[in-house]
């Protein structure tokens, strides 16, 4: 089975677009199975940067890119993104770009729906990237949400926005905001129809066909299994499954189609908005990973939080995905460090663990445990083959290795797309 499924192993962040660009080159298909423009890739190719948010990084090499029905789209910021990337030189049309029938619809009320919960929920909130995203999940398994497919129905699609308005209606008033107009919405979703029906396409039945035909396939995850709605850091998390079981579900292929399972794992950890983070670094340490690896928002633009690599996380990650090998990334950020720090248990109210328990309270009581390595003064930056790198360096990737339970089959050594360093070519895994 020639495809590859990518996810983040950690709470996103982990250097996902590079190496989905990377890989992408060697595809012939690329599909979104999750999220919606809730993440965020940069990548990065020769002078130029690209900043992809729904579309399939597959757009950069041309590849045929699919949004499956599991990503939730907001289709004026996917329109947007369409005419930034065609000003970027990249062509992109209905020809190799396609949009799930079946997927649905992030509209102006879920992004208002956002808004208003997290700032009523004060210190409570979540600190989501405001875009709407959980209010579109909820209304999907509601059985109430406006699908693309909808769109080609303006009789149906009056019907549906009643329904959908009935529900809303109640909880903006319950908010304090206005009334939501059906008409108003109605005119809306008719002016977008002729600009986004062109790429509405049943998606599964492309991708069966590529499949069938023997295409290599690359499925793009978003977010990170941290971020999982049932296996994240619950009720910090995003609104979708991010593991790579998602991926069938999520484009409309059967559970084997996936193929390889490849899980991206930042040399060190970091994470955007609230929630547990046991090995979070308050201090000198901590501002200085932020710095010297870049570490702010590329959707929101928020500083990261950043502390020491959690092998208890990432393992925990590993098995719960799936994960047959690890891209490890950033390794060059941890360059001139003297000390390392590796978090292999948590302590628990007296008692050692090597999971990270399901409960908030046990989230937040976990003290780290930690194993202390020897830094290295070279630079990392940039090495295309192991023996470009200084020999602690290999030996914190080793242990990373053993203590996640997967083996490093791609190194990550700068943003540049040709610093890589290739153990196993995941699409012959
Ligand atoms: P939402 O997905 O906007 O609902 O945000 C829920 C949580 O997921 C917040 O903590 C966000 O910061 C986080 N999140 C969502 N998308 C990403 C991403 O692409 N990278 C990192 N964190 C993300």
Redesign the pocket.
């Known amino acids: 089975m020639a495809n590859v499924t990518v996810i983040g192993a950690q709470?996103?962040?982990e250097g996902k677009g590079k190496v989905i660009d990377w890989l992408a080159n060697r595809a012939d298909v690329v599909v979104r199975f999750q999220?919606g423009n809730?993440?965020?890739h940069t990548i990065v190719v020769g002078d130029k940067t690209y900043k992809l948010s729904l579309l399939p990084s597959g757009v950069i090499q041309g590849k045929l890119s699919i949004i499956g029905n599991g990503v939730v789209v907001d289709p004026w910021s996917l329109l947007d993104e369409i005419t930034r990337a065609q000003g970027q030189g990249l062509g992109i049309s209905p020809d190799n770009l396609i949009l799930a029938e079946n997927a649905t619809l992030v509209l102006p009320l879920h992004r208002d729906l956002?808004g208003a919960r997290e700032a009523r929920a004060g210190a409570g909130k979540?600190?989501?990237?405001?875009?709407g995203?959980?209010p579109a999940y909820e209304d999907k398994v509601g059985r109430r949400a406006i699908r693309f497919a909808d769109l080609a129905d303006p009789e149906a699609l009056e019907v549906k926005i009643e329904r959908l308005l009935a529900h809303h209606g109640a909880l903006r008033a319950g908010l304090g905001l206005a009334e939501a107009r059906p008409e108003e919405i109605l005119d809306q979703l008719k002016q977008l129809a002729p600009k986004i029906l062109p790429y509405v396409k049943p998606a599964w039945r492309v991708l069966g066909e590529a499949i069938k035909e023997g295409q290599r396939v690359l499925f793009e995850g978003?977010?990170?299994t941290l971020?999982d709605v049932d296996h994240g850091t619950y009720p910090?998390?995003?609104?979708s499954n991010t593991v790579a079981g998602q991926a069938a579900a999520g484009a409309g292929v059967g559970p084997t189609a996936g193929g390889y399972v490849l899980g991206i794992v930042k040399a060190y950890t970091t994470?955007?908005?609230?929630?547990p983070f046991p090995t979070e670094l308050s201090d000198e340490t901590g501002r200085l990973l932020g710095e010297r690896g870049h570490e702010f928002?590329t959707?929101t633009g928020r500083p990261r939080r950043c502390g020491w690599f959690d092998a208890v996380l990432v393992r925990q990650s590993i098995a719960v995905g799936g994960v047959q090998g690890a891209v490890l990334t950033k390794l060059d950020i941890l360059d001139g460090f003297e000390t390392l720090k590796v978090c292999v248990g948590y302590r628990l109210r007296g008692e050692t663990i090597d999971y990270l328990p399901a409960g908030l309270r046990d989230q937040a009581a976990i003290e780290p445990i930690y194993e202390e390595m020897e830094g290295w003064s070279e630079s990392t930056r940039g090495a295309r083959s192991w023996k470009d790198l200084p020999a602690n360096a290999i030996k914190y990737v080793r242990r990373i290795e053993e203590l996640i339970g997967a083996p490093a089959v791609l190194l990550s050594t700068s943003p540049d797309r040709d610093d890589i360093i290739m153990m196993l070519d995941p699409f012959q895994g």
């Open positions: 709470w996103g962040d999220g809730n993440a965020g956002d979540i600190g989501t990237t405001g875009r995203i959980g978003a977010q990170a971020l910090y998390v995003t609104s994470r955007v908005g609230e929630g928002g959707v």
